[in-house]
């Protein structure tokens, strides 16, 4: 047994947030006094802070509720479970978007993977996403199609809109979006949406869409957010099943998937200005060398932004938009 899998273990072994009997988990772990003493300490590391007490042992200062494939099986609508041909759960991996694209052959269309805890998780650019075991959700789903005519902009719009939709069905009220992939309640981001895909003949057969959901925030880890945010259940005021709403985002994942490849994009850029919080807002565009200023016009049928400069309304297909203090 690695110290993965028993790091593992021991995080489903306190997850009810009760006292542990210390040489009860040795056992259960096959492990002496200082191995489990040292994968204690090593849950801190993912974002887990325990408690001890002589003569009662040890437990989480927080229940968890663990990712369970059946219970989300279960919470995705049927039209849309049958194409979830392949559902993984990872206590840990560095990223659930390389997981799949490290696949041999590549992901599967259908295939989704999701972690405890990322290593190294990623937003867009490469920046660190935070991802605190088991209180938050990170996924990816993977999908092959013959690509439409619209690029990945237009991809990316369709998923932001799906998982505002899931959000929405879950009951959280005036979800923002703003281009190209933040998922924002209260001005506040909730969640992120990276689209990744591989080449094939010069055209991508093949994509990767990955979502991190704020679910559960533990205090500890929102230190490394370097940005406002929020997580579900302060938007809903209340607490959320992660199973469920893991279900959820995939089922509306998948089904908007299925209507991009039928009808392209237009109907989600229509959704997109519902939830669109950018228009008419001044605005900053980077990219890697260069940066633009201007008024924000929302996007165009191809899911890019659309931007007022001096008058003249340009386009752009990526970039990372920032809001400018109005004057």
């Given at each position: 047994?690695?110290?993965?899998?028993?790091?593992?273990?021991?995080?489903?072994?306190?997850?009810?947030?009760?006292?542990?009997?210390?040489?009860?988990?040795?056992?259960?772990?096959?492990?002496?006094?200082?191995?489990?003493?040292?994968?204690?300490?090593?849950?801190?590391?993912?974002?887990?802070?325990?408690?001890?007490?002589?003569?009662?042992?040890?437990?989480?200062?927080?229940?968890?509720?663990?990712?369970?494939?059946?219970?989300?099986?279960?919470?995705?609508?049927?039209?849309?479970?049958?194409?979830?041909?392949?559902?993984?759960?990872?206590?840990?991996?560095d990223s659930t978007n390389r997981h799949l694209l490290d696949k041999p052959g590549g992901a599967g269309a259908g295939q989704?993977?999701?972690?405890?805890?990322?290593?190294?998780?990623?937003?867009?650019?490469?920046?660190?996403?935070?991802?605190?075991?088991?209180?938050?959700?990170?996924?990816?789903?993977?999908?092959?199609?013959?690509?439409?005519?619209?690029?990945?902009?237009?991809?990316?719009?369709?998923?932001?809109?799906?998982?505002?939709?899931?959000?929405?069905?879950?009951?959280?009220?005036?979800?923002?979006?703003?281009?190209?992939?933040?998922?924002?309640?209260?001005?506040?981001?909730?969640?992120?949406?990276?689209?990744?895909?591989?080449?094939?003949?010069?055209?991508?057969?093949?994509?990767?869409?990955?979502?991190?959901?704020?679910?559960?925030?533990?205090?500890?880890?929102?230190?490394?957010?370097?940005?406002?945010?929020?997580?579900?259940?302060?938007?809903?005021?209340?607490?959320?099943?992660?199973?469920?709403?893991?279900?959820?985002?995939?089922?509306?994942?998948?089904?908007?998937?299925?209507?991009?490849?039928?009808?392209?994009?237009?109907?989600?850029?229509?959704?997109?200005?519902?939830?669109?919080?950018?228009?008419?807002?001044?605005?900053?565009?980077?990219?890697?060398?260069?940066?633009?200023?201007?008024?924000?016009?929302?996007?165009?049928?191809?899911?890019?932004?659309?931007?007022?400069?001096?008058?003249?309304?340009?386009?752009?297909?990526?970039?990372?938009?920032?809001?400018?203090?109005?004057?």
């Amino acid at each position: 047994m690695t110290a993965v899998v028993r790091r593992a273990r021991l995080a489903a072994a306190l997850a009810d947030g009760r006292y542990h009997n210390a040489e009860a988990l040795q056992q259960s772990l096959g492990v002496g006094r200082r191995q489990l003493w040292a994968l204690l300490r090593s849950l801190t590391d993912l974002g887990l802070a325990f408690e001890s007490s002589p003569g009662r042992g040890y437990r989480l200062e927080s229940p968890l509720e663990l990712l369970d494939r059946d219970r989300i099986l279960a919470a995705i609508v049927p039209e849309a479970r049958r194409q979830a041909h392949a559902l993984e759960i990872l206590a840990e991996v560095d990223s659930t978007n390389r997981h799949l694209l490290d696949k041999p052959g590549g992901a599967g269309a259908g295939q989704v993977c999701l972690a405890e805890h990322q290593s190294a998780g990623r937003g867009r650019h490469g920046r660190h996403w935070a991802s605190p075991y088991g209180a938050n959700l990170y996924l990816s789903l993977g999908w092959r199609f013959a690509w439409p005519q619209a690029g990945l902009s237009a991809l990316g719009v369709a998923c932001a809109v799906a998982v505002a939709r899931a959000l929405t069905d879950a009951g959280v009220a005036d979800i923002g979006l703003k281009w190209p992939n933040d998922v924002l309640f209260g001005g506040r981001k909730l969640g992120g949406i990276l689209l990744e895909s591989m080449e094939a003949n010069g055209r991508a057969r093949r994509g990767v869409m990955g979502v991190g959901l704020n679910v559960r925030m533990p205090a500890a880890a929102a230190e490394q957010v370097d940005q406002p945010w929020t997580d579900v259940e302060t938007a809903l005021g209340r607490a959320v099943s992660r199973n469920a709403l893991a279900g959820a985002v995939i089922g509306r994942l998948l089904l908007a998937l299925g209507e991009f490849e039928a009808a392209g994009p237009g109907p989600f850029v229509e959704q997109w200005r519902r939830y669109d919080i950018m228009p008419g807002k001044n605005a900053v565009l980077r990219w890697t060398n260069g940066q633009v200023c201007g008024v924000v016009e929302g996007i165009n049928p191809a899911g890019e932004l659309a931007l007022s400069i001096g008058g003249e309304i340009r386009h752009y297909a990526y970039g990372e938009v920032s809001l400018r203090p109005e004057s």
